[in-house]
Nanobody, 124 residues
Framework: VQLQAFGGGLVQAGGSLRLSCAAS????????VGWFRQAPGKEREFVAA????????SYADSVKDRFTISRDNAKKMVYLQMNSLKPEDTAIYYC??????????????????WGQGTQVTVSS
């Protein structure tokens, strides 16, 4: 399986962006796709994740009520709608795949396949 993340860009504080993660190869309804972000000098941190069956999602407290994760299984796409963006959301955003997930994990170590990352910059 390969992942490709795109949709990043430069936006003013309070604005919106939608990130997309395209998957090629075989996944299952138990698979989980997660969005993580990494700012310069910081560790990769969990943002949001969704089980591809659509039965469950999870969000970091810092993005809850601002970001929404969704999926389109027919297109093999996972989206991250980001609203009310803040300068502290600035980072490279990555999508990762946990192919046979038993749960939705917030640790990047549980995700074995990663896309290349897309830069999100929020200006104040």
């Amino acid at each position: 399986v390969q992942l490709q993340a795109f949709g990043g860009g430069l936006v003013q504080a309070g604005g919106s962006l939608r990130l997309s993660c395209a998957a090629s190869g075989s996944t299952s309804s138990n698979s989980v796709v997660g969005w993580f972000r990494q700012a310069p000098g910081k560790e990769r941190e969990f943002v949001a994740a969704i089980r591809l069956s659509g039965t469950s999602t999870s969000y970091a407290d810092s993005v809850k009520d601002r970001f929404t994760i969704s999926r389109d299984n027919a297109k093999k796409m996972v989206y991250l709608q980001m609203n009310s963006l803040k300068p502290e959301d600035t980072a490279i955003y990555y999508c990762g795949l946990d192919l046979a997930a038993r749960s939705i994990y917030h640790s990047a170590k549980m995700y074995t396949t990663w896309g290349q990352g897309t830069q999100v910059t929020v200006s104040s």
